[in-house]
């Protein structure tokens, strides 16, 4: 961060040092300056962040933390949006890969396709939020809306609500600002990528801009053909009172998607028949190998969401927030699973099993804060108190994929149906002989919550501060499905009418010691609430007749860790160790019987760097090693007791640098390593160790374009992006190149 005031006038060279985004706002702060009728002075108080600063994040979007991030005893990364745009992320789960420490589990079943993020050992799926609302619904994010990524690990709940046993995610969208500009894309590549995204902002008076942002998508998977997606998004947004003490941020959000989902492909033994001192990878196939049907498959997915935030700033001390949001979010597919559960894989063959979900979840959620500073003796305080109230109902009516010819164990008539194909050479074109029908009945899900919190950072003396945290939620949810008759095996299935009621407190507390002002250490203690049925009927976490009477999980974590700005606070260094336990986990004690006894730990640690380590030399990345074990399984999996947690790799690394040879030309590159991570609680199913490289060139024509050439997976590496816990891994994408034309006027 730099300052500078009206006797200080840098040339174009010295600018264009600090990158092109600097000598963009110096150009537009020399604008104003000259400016008819413009006032000289007002310069000294203008604030120009440049390159060497857009790595690096001083704080939070959400107002419940109460510190600078330096200041805040929890780790937080946040992604910013130049490692997304310069690292051609363009889903979350793209954008996340620069953290480490978080996998992506797969779908099957009761778990829906969607963004899947494991942070610290434990399914985040039910805790993503964007500008620090819940954002439920499964759904496959996009980042054209997106301006940066929080990333807050260890239980936090205090911070979210329910769920949150690993940390939480939120998403901060680009909102209107006091500038003209457009800017946007058009990028093509391998593997017929095509995209375009334009985001513009209009400032239509002294107190009123309008932002748009619009997104357009096609193209395959890399290294497997035969999957494809298309996309589009549109998100404008207006601000009222932009210079006002009153301020009202109206805003919607819409993507519609559609394409061929994949499953991957099967493990090389069927899970019965693995074990930990045998366990089982992907079958030795080809990464392009695809066992969907075209003449069946299919996905079709939509997103809406409308906000309003209106704030009132009653004095610099006190400050009124007031969120308000509805969506709706609609996840429509069949698609192929890769059965190999029967024995099939190892006589060359694999069950085309069909999964399927017809879903609509659509939530109400009104949050409200109150923001003060003030000062109790010497004690000065930055407080936040708040309440919120949310509401979430999901309706799924999944279809009935029926085969020509019952049966999972491969024959000739099931090969001849094509419920059945090679393993080494599947066709997705061959004509199927089932048929697809809706399922007469529906399973309706609703959620109600009611939370008040508090949130407290204490300045005692210049080095010491207290930061707490408390927050209580009343929570219920139910969930029924009437009886009906199977339309392909003509059983009659029974009724179901389950609820959970719970009502439960969570905690954030840390003592924060600063030896210097650039620097931190701390310890913190925090915990999560995870009742029966978080996920609402859209997630794997639902509301079954053997847990419905539940108590709610209960983790708790200890973190010890330090935070540094170095090199004139251009390059952020953080380091944590912490344990987590989860004394009451759910686990079966008979096969109709759950009970809150099992017992989980993760230990570990992690380091963080961000910022640049010269004006030309920007990094961003960290390393996190995790140490998980089940340690109590119940009566049941007791056999499983002392294995690793699914979905969490026991070492991973991220790596994004770029350097600035020249001001107009930069490269860049992307180092991505993660552990063998297993598939399930048995440690049976795995999917190998892998390391990823990518490569990025920009460079600048003028001060409205640049080109940037992006390369992912440069070495055209197999690897598994996710494990699933019965049936199939799914490999991540092949070599990529993209070719990006950025405009910005």
């Known amino acids: 961060m730099r300052r500078f005031s009206a006797a200080f006038r840098p040339n174009i060279l010295a600018t264009a040092l600090a990158g092109p985004a600097a000598a963009m706002a110096m150009q537009a702060v020399a604008q104003e300056a000259t400016a008819p009728g413009s006032a000289l002075p007002r310069l000294q108080d203008v604030t120009v962040k440049g390159a060497r600063d857009a790595y690096m994040v001083d704080s939070a979007q959400s107002p419940k933390f109460t510190a600078p991030l330096l200041d805040t005893p929890k780790s937080v990364t946040v992604v910013p949006g130049e490692v997304i745009r310069q690292s051609e992320s363009n889903s979350l789960q793209e954008a996340l890969r620069n953290t480490p420490g978080i996998t992506f589990g797969a779908a099957e079943g009761g778990t829906p396709i969607g963004d899947r993020p494991f942070i610290r050992g434990y399914d985040t799926m039910s805790s993503l939020f964007v500008d620090g609302v819940r954002d439920p619904g499964s ?125 991957g492909i099967p493990y090389a033994r069927p899970f019965m028949q693995a074990s930990k001192a045998s366990p089982a990878g992907p079958a030795d196939v080809s990464r392009n190998t695809f066992y969907g049907l075209n003449d069946r498959d299919f996905r079709k997915a939509q997103t809406d969401i409308a906000t309003a935030i209106f704030e009132h700033r009653f004095s610099e001390r006190l400050t009124f927030r007031n969120t308000t949001r509805w969506g709706r979010v609609a996840n429509d597919y069949v698609v192929t699973i890769p059965d190999g559960s029967r ?89 199927w002989g089932g048929r697809v029908g809706k399922r007469p009945a529906t399973t309706s899900t609703s959620t109600r919550e009611r939370a008040v919190y508090l949130f407290d950072t204490v300045e005692i003396t210049p080095r010491w501060r207290i930061n707490g945290g408390v927050r209580y939620d009343s929570y219920h949810t139910e969930s029924s499905t009437p009886a009906y008759r199977h339309p392909g095996t003509g059983r009659s299935m029974p009724s179901t009418n389950l609820s959970n009621d719970a009502n439960f407190f969570n905690y954030q507390a840390g003592v924060v010691y600063k030896p210097v002002d650039y620097g931190s250490i701390y310890v913190s203690y925090g915990t999560a609430s995870s009742p029966p049925g978080t996920a609402n009927g859209d997630g794997a976490d639902i509301l079954l007749a053997r847990n419905q009477n539940l108590a709610p999980e209960r983790t708790s974590a200890w973190e010890l860790g330090t935070k540094w700005d170095l090199l004139d606070r251009r390059l952020s260094l953080t380091g944590a160790v912490f344990v987590s336990n989860k004394d009451n986990a759910r686990v079966a004690v008979d096969a109709n019987t759950m009970e809150n006894v099992g017992k989980q730990k993760v230990k570990g640690f992690e380091l963080g760097f961000a910022g640049n380590v010269t004006d030309r030399w920007g990094v961003f990345g960290g390393y996190t090693y995790l140490h998980s074990e089940l340690e109590s399984n119940g009566p049941v999996n007791a056999v499983n007791d002392g294995n690793q947690f699914p979905n969490t ?56 374009l640049t080109l940037q050439l992006n390369v992912q997976n440069v070495f055209n590496r197999t690897y598994y992006a996710k494990a699933f816990a019965a049936h199939y891994a799914l490999p991540g994408p092949g070599r990529a190149g993209m070719l990006t034309a950025n405009f910005r006027f």
């Open 139 to 263: 759904q496959t994010r996009d980042t054209f809306n997106i301006d940066s990524v929080e990333v807050i690990k260890g239980p936090s709940s205090a911070y979210g609500g329910k769920g949150s046993a690993g940390g939480m995610i939120n998403t901060v969208s680009k909102q209107p600002r006091q500038e003209n500009f457009v800017e946007g894309s058009i990028g093509l590549g391998s593997a017929a990528y095509r995209r375009a995204t334009v985001d513009g902002n209009y400032v239509l008076g002294e107190n009123i801009a309008l932002r748009l942002n619009a997104m357009a998508y096609g193209g395959n998977a890399p290294g497997r053909e035969a999957v494809d997606g298309r996309a589009w998004g549109i998100a404008p947004s207006v601000t009222f009172g932009l210079s006002g003490p009153t301020r009202l941020t109206l805003s919607y959000y819409h993507l519609e998607g559609s394409g061929m989902p994949d499953y």
């Open 343 to 431: 024995g099939n894989v190892p006589r060359g063959m694999v069950h085309r099993g069909a999964r399927s979900r017809d879903s609509v979840t659509q939530t109400l959620i009104n949050q409200t804060d109150f923001a003060a500073k003030f000062e109790t003796g010497f004690l000065r305080h930055t407080a936040l108190f708040g309440f919120e109230f949310s509401g979430d109902d999901t309706r799924n009516t999944p279809y009935a994929v029926i085969q020509q010819v019952p049966g999972t164990t491969c024959n000739a008539a099931l090969v001849a149906s094509h419920d059945c194909t090679s393993l080494y050479n599947p066709n997705p074109g061959d004509t």
């Open 649 to 704: 790799p026991k070492n991973s690394f991220s790596l994004w640098t770029t350097y600035q040879l020249v001001p107009a030309f930069t490269l860049g590159g992307g180092a991505y390593y993660m552990d063998k991570v297993y598939g399930n609680a048995a440690n049976s199913l795995y999917v190998p160790s892998y390391w990823r490289f990518d490569a990025m060139a920009a460079y600048r024509v003028n001060k409205h």
